[in-house]
C-alpha cells in the first residue's frame, strides 16, 4: 500500500480526504433553498452525512474519549470537540458562531480575546 509505481499519483492523506468530504458537504448545505433544507428526504439524508460522518472520523481519528463529542471541532476540525469547550466566538465583520470546539482552540480564543462571554442564546 505504502508502495507507489512510477505514474501512479499519489492517495491523499486520510485527515486531508475527511476534510475535503466536510467542504463539500458545507458546500452542498449552503447550495439549499429554505424549501429544499426542510423538505423531510433532505432531513433524512442530513442525518446519513452525520452518521457517515462519525463512522469516518472515527476511523481516521480513533474513538473520542469519555470527555470528547463524535465530531470534530468546528474550527480547525483536527481534533475531537470536548464537552465543556463550547464557544461563541467571532468578529465584527462577520458576526458571532456558537460552536462546540477542541480544549486548543478554546483556550486559543480566550488568549486572542475573541471569546465572547456570558450567556449563549440558542
Do not use: N
Request: with cysteine.
Amino acid at each position: 500500500m505504502g508502495r507507489h509505481l512510477k505514474g501512479t499519483p499519489k492517495r491523499m492523506p486520510r485527515k486531508e480526504a475527511l476534510d475535503t468530504l466536510r467542504l463539500l458537504q458545507e458546500k452542498y448545505i449552503d447550495l439549499l433553498s429554505y424549501g429544499q433544507f426542510t423538505q423531510e428526504h433532505e432531513k433524512e439524508f442530513r442525518a446519513q452525512l452525520r452518521e457517515a460522518f462519525e463512522s469516518l472520523t472515527a476511523m481516521v481519528y480513533g474513538p473520542p474519549s469519555l470527555w470528547q463529542y463524535s465530531f470534530l471541532c468546528k474550527k480547525c476540525h483536527k481534533r475531537y470537540a470536548e464537552i465543556g469547550c463550547t464557544a461563541e466566538y467571532g468578529d465584527d465583520s462577520s458576526g458571532s458562531y456558537y460552536h462546540s470546539c477542541c480544549k486548543v482552540c478554546y483556550d486559543q480564543l480566550k488568549t486572542e480575546g475573541k471569546l465572547i462571554e456570558g450567556e449563549v442564546q440558542l
